[in-house]
C-alpha cells in the first residue's frame, strides 16, 4: 500500500496546491514516524482559506476512495491535521507552521517532488 499513498499524497499535495496553498511540503515519513508513510505540511493564508483548504482537500481525496479517519477536535483556527491512515495533512497558518517546525520533527525524511 506505500505506493498507493505516495500516489494520494501527491494528488492531495496538487490539489492544495490548485487552492492556493504555500509552501507545500510531501514528507516520506516512514523511517521517521511510526503514524504514517506520507505527510504533508502546508501553509493557509487565513482562517477561511483554512478551511476551504480543508474542504477542498477532502473532497479531492473522496475521489480516489479515501475519507478522513480522524481529524483534530475541536477545530483550531490555526491548524486542521487530517488523518487518512497512510498520510497525515497538516495544514496551518504561517506563524503555526514556524513555531511548531514539524519538519525539523522529521529530520532525515525524504522530501518528495510532488509538482508535475
Not at 514516524?33 to 505527510?39: A, F, Q, R
Request: aromatic residues 6%; hydrophobic residues 40%.
Amino acid at each position: 500500500m506505500p505506493k498507493a499513498f505516495k500516489t494520494v499524497a501527491v494528488a492531495a499535495a496538487k490539489a492544495i496546491n490548485e487552492h492556493k496553498a504555500e509552501d507545500i511540503v510531501v514528507l516520506d515519513v516512514r523511517k521517521t514516524s511510526p503514524l504514517s508513510d506520507y505527510m504533508i505540511i502546508a501553509t493557509a493564508l487565513s482562517r477561511p482559506h483554512l478551511e476551504s483548504l480543508e474542504y477542498k482537500l477532502e473532497e479531492a481525496l473522496e475521489k480516489t476512495g479515501l475519507t478522513v479517519h480522524h481529524r483534530n477536535r475541536p477545530q483550531s483556527d490555526v491548524w486542521r491535521v487530517l488523518d487518512y491512515g497512510g498520510l497525515i495533512v497538516h495544514l496551518m497558518d504561517a506563524d503555526a507552521r514556524e513555531l511548531y517546525a514539524l519538519e525539523r520533527l522529521h529530520e532525515g525524511a525524504k522530501e518528495l517532488s510532488w509538482r508535475s
